[in-house]
């Protein structure tokens, strides 16, 4: 059964033409002839708006004209009553014509007047068909605005009819978006309302519209039932004949039961001749022919199919005559007349083909005339406005003058007065409201700040632990020392991921964590990741199991890092909670514009009501034998969070004693980029002869060790930090930024050491007041801290810092970038003695050469993975010489050309490293175009300290 397009309030116009269009042209002749005879007062005025109220569905354009009379004769007798009354026939009459433009404007106008006169209780039905005339332009949102209006007007005035009636059009409204528990709701309401008022005509209607909402087969056979049995009550022609052929269509579609479906038809057929309803004989006759089909009566069928098809084709009913069509092809099928088949199925497409764009046509020019209308509109209240406003001066100047003269100073203190509490009570909102978004942005602030301090607290400590366990590590030989010392450090590590996951936490909930997505093979990324839990999976006696139902060479965009947190959590969540023995799988399978991944373990499963919550942090349960009976951590909240950060939705399922089905929906972003083959190449390929490393000697005069000052607040860290240094380094030390300045001015130092946030003065502001003392701009300085924000970073790079290791640091790393940064200080101040030959600690050179090495370092970048690079490229792509370009980078980083581009390339390769931005060391290698890797690993340990293979797990 197809749903009807048609709204509660024509419905209601209609009732009273539901004993056939005879007998309303009957009423309609009647009434005219009473219009000579009649006075020119009100009862005219009303004998005229019902003869245009009955011909609306008979003839729209005479009924336009009464409503026109109607109006006329309100107007001059003064009837505010018949103005708003000649309106709204005028409006529904070029509803008929589907005019709706001029409908929406003359339904407007009768609203206006309506207002004025504060007639409420008779808007609601001008919103009604406000609300109808919007959704004929497919503007179903304006529609069911006014809709909620027309309710809102006719609660307020208590008329309870007008009320089912706005709900009723609600409903009708969501019925045709197809919302069918929206539908349902309002239509049911609308019922219980129209039933309290004994309105059995609207209730007809809406049993018929509650059909098409209602899944019940049973429930609907009573509705049909309802409706009909009130139609017969009510003798309401149209209610009879639409709802016999909805029956019909029930017994035939539903129940299957043909007999019935007949009799209903036929029924139909019967009321359909006393209304004269050409196009609803057609739709019958059609839906008749469709049984006859079914149940074998070919001639039949084709008999009152013709039938239906003349009359479509008599009255231009296209969409019916495409019906009757295909119908007829099938039955000439079945006759074995296929020539007449083909003809009339060709015939049915053509004309199909022709609606559809007659349809889009339509809705262009809706779509247009909306367009127009508002803009039209908009224009229309622009002028208004400038007029009001113009207006508004010349009375304000005419008003003020008189006020002068009249009322003089009072006046002015009174306006004055009046004023100045305005302005007050806009300050005091004004301020309130600054005060309100302060108090949140503080609390916003606040909380970064916390978390920041909290991770700086806890790094800091956690350095103290990591650092004397890799001392011991190195120093002990004992297998059972060894191995309790592996466990320790092991669960540091953990503890370190555990505060990045709190930081990561509160950036993304600050919005601040951004997605640096590049192009990975998918299948390769998701095993790495998977089988890399292969040795916890065995010591756990795990069983683990890969299913990649998804092309394997499936490329896409996306940010490594972040996934690889997701995978991980759920991966080690299934591990952590499966009972040995058990099974860990991972099954990926391509669903349209997504991807699925679910980690899938055997284990104790999390109870019903723990569900809605696991995302939460740190949830704790309140079942004692759960399997998160401890708590979830930040884990799940970061996957989960993560995940959204993507696009994409996380979801669980599982059953106490059976085990948990985490799954990842992610939109895939497909990869048109070539993705190099994500396997290590380091064991296979060819070894090039290694270039000669640079080797810087820690030594400045008479072989005695660099000089170098510690700047840290924390006394345990100061006292380790000289522990490992001092049998490198001569060590002084200050415990923060106010006594290291003092000793920097007192005394020469070849490298500062300091940490960031401490009292008094920080290591930013400490890096400041060197830059402004004389010479001292370019002692080597390395920032140790616990902040590992990248606007930290940047803002210690923007100061000119030579390095920034972050907390937890490894002692080699440490040790081999500040032998890199004293390194380059010895190479820069020989080379400026032998060729320039002025003093140590020369003041930076001039902003040109800052230029050149700007425009240096932009063209190494632009250039990376091209390993064919060189320094007369270099020098040829910023346009100077080979000796002004060796003067410019030796002078101010201690760099030969070659050693400038290797310490770009190297520094590039960390960060990428660093952030898991590629699967393998090879990749990054190509990336910053290195072709050895045993020259790669030798140089990036020389300036690291760490194997880039350690960085990179």
């Not at 890399?532 to 065995?538: D, E, G, M, T, V």
């Not at 064919?868 to 980078?889: C, H, N, P, T, W």
């Not at 310490?903 to 910053?928: G, N, T």
């Amino acid at each position: 059964m197809s749903i009807r397009k048609t709204c509660i309030l024509i419905i209601v116009m209609l009732l009273s033409f539901g004993k056939g269009l005879k007998a309303q042209q009957q009423i309609i002749d009647s009434l005219k002839l009473l219009v000579p005879q009649s006075k020119e007062d009100t009862n005219k005025v009303l004998l005229l708006g019902d003869i245009a109220y009955y011909l609306y569905n008979l003839n729209p354009e005479e009924s336009f004209e009464y409503g026109r009379q109607t109006l006329e004769l309100a107007q001059k007798i003064g009837f505010g009553r018949g103005v708003i009354n000649g309106y709204y026939k005028m409006c529904i009459a070029r509803y008929g014509e589907s005019d709706y433009e001029d409908a929406k404007k003359y339904a407007l106008l009768a609203l206006e007047k309506a207002e004025e006169l504060e007639y409420g209780n008779r808007m609601s039905p001008i919103f009604n068909i406000l609300g109808i005339i919007a959704k004929n332009t497919g503007d179903y949102e304006e529609a069911i605005k006014w809709g909620f209006e027309a309710e809102k007007i006719a609660r307020q005035y208590g008329e309870e009819t007008d009320v089912a009636i706005a709900i009723s059009n609600i409903g009708s409204l969501y019925l045709e978006l197809s919302d069918t528990i929206n539908a349902k709701k309002y239509l049911l309401d609308a019922v219980a309302l129209m039933m309290a008022q004994d309105e059995k005509l609207h209730l007809v209607e809406l049993y018929s519209n509650l059909v098409h909402v209602e899944a019940d087969d049973d429930k609907k056979f009573e509705y049909l039932n309802n409706a009909l049995n009130l139609a017969e009550e009510t003798e309401y022609i149209s209610g009879l004949i639409y709802n016999y052929q909805s029956l019909g269509n029930f017994y035939r579609d539903v129940r299957q039961d043909f007999a019935n479906a007949k009799v209903s038809y036929n029924r139909a057929l019967t009321y359909v001749d006393m209304n004269e309803d050409q196009y609803q004989k057609a739709s019958i006759c059609i839906d008749f022919g469709n049984l006859l089909m079914q149940t074998d009566q070919l001639d039949s069928a084709s008999l009152i199919l013709e039938e239906g098809l003349e009359l479509a084709k008599g009255h231009d009913f296209r969409l019916k005559i495409t019906e009757a069509k295909k119908m007829l092809s099938k039955i000439y099928a079945l006759n074995n007349d296929h020539e007449q088949a083909y003809t009339f199925l060709e015939e049915s497409y053509i004309l199909n083909d022709s609606l559809y764009n007659e349809n889009i046509a339509e809705e262009l020019a809706i779509a247009n005339s909306r367009f127009e209308s508002e803009k039209k509109e908009s224009q229309i209240i622009q002028q208004q406005l400038e007029i009001e406003r113009q207006t508004n001066i010349r009375n304000r100047t005419i008003f003020g003058g008189l006020l002068l003269v009249l009322i003089g100073t009072g006046v002015f203190l009174a306006l004055n007065y009046r004023n100045r509490r305005k302005r007050k009570e806009a300050e005091l909102a004004f301020e309130l409201e600054h005060a309100k978004a302060e108090n949140l942005k503080n609390l916003d602030h606040l909380k970064s700040e916390f978390f920041t301090n909290i991770s700086h607290e806890l790094r800091t400590p956690l350095t103290l632990i990591t650092g004397p366990l890799e001392i011991a590590l190195k120093k002990t030989d004992n297998r059972l020392v060894k191995e309790e010392l592996e466990l320790a450090h092991s669960n540091s590590k953990r503890l370190l991921n555990l505060i990045n996951e709190i930081m990561d936490l509160s950036r993304l909930q600050e919005g601040k964590l951004k997605l640096k997505e590049r192009s990975v093979n998918f299948y390769n990324l998701v095993k790495r990741i998977f089988y890399s839990f292969h040795s916890l999976a065995n010591i756990h006696q795990l069983e683990m199991k890969f299913d990649f139902m998804a092309s394997k060479e499936l490329n896409v965009n996306i940010d490594v890092e972040k996934f690889e947190k997701v995978l991980n959590n759920l991966i080690s969540n299934a591990i952590k909670y499966s009972d040995t023995g058990g099974i860990v799988k991972l099954n990926a399978i391509r669903d349209e514009d997504f991807i699925k991944i679910s980690i899938i373990d055997k284990g104790q499963g999390i109870p019903e009501d723990e569900l809605p919550h696991i995302f939460n942090r740190y949830y704790q349960s309140s079942h004692a034998t759960s399997s998160i009976q401890g708590g979830v951590g930040v884990g799940l909240t970061i996957a989960n969070e993560l995940t959204k950060l993507f696009g994409g939705i996380l979801s669980a399922t599982s059953e106490v004693g059976k085990g948990s089905e985490f799954t990842i929906s992610l939109p895939v972003k497909e990869s048109v980029e070539h993705v190099p083959d994500s396997a290590d190449q380091e064991a296979w390929m060819n070894t090039e002869e290694e270039s000669k490393s640079l080797d810087y000697q820690p030594l400045l005069l008479h072989g005695e060790q660099p000089k170098i000052l510690i700047v840290e607040d924390n006394h345990d860290m100061l006292s380790f930090l000289k522990q490992i240094l001092s049998p490198h380094f001569t060590c002084s030390e200050a415990v923060d930024g106010v006594e290291a300045l003092r000793m920097i001015q007192t005394d020469s130092f070849d490298l500062i050491l300091s940490d960031v946030m401490m009292p008094r003065m920080d290591g930013f502001s400490l890096k400041e007041k060197v830059n402004s003392l004389p010479g001292m701009r370019q002692i080597p300085f390395i920032m140790l801290t616990a902040r590992v924000r990248d606007e930290d970073k940047l803002e210690g790079l923007q100061l000119g810092v030579d390095d920034y290791i972050t907390k937890p640091f490894s002692t080699n790393e440490l040790l081999a970038r500040m032998k890199n940064s004293l390194g380059n200080k010895i190479e820069r101040e020989n080379w400026l003695k032998e060729n320039i030959g002025i003093e140590l600690f020369p003041e930076p050179l001039d902003s040109t050469d800052q230029k050149i090495l700007k425009d240096a370092e932009r063209s190494v970048m632009s250039n990376l993975s091209d390993t064919e690079f060189k320094v007369g490229d270099l020098a040829r792509s910023i346009g100077y010489g080979d000796r002004q370009l060796r003067r410019v980078i030796k002078s101010l980083t201690g760099f030969t050309p070659v050693g400038f581009i290797l310490e770009i390339r190297m520094l590039k390769a960390y960060q990428l490293l660093h952030d898991h931005q590629y699967l393998s060391v090879s990749e990054v290698r190509d990336e910053v175009g290195i072709e050895s890797p045993s020259y790669f690993t030798t140089k990036f340990k020389d300036r690291f300290g760490i194997n880039p293979k350690e960085l990179l797990s």
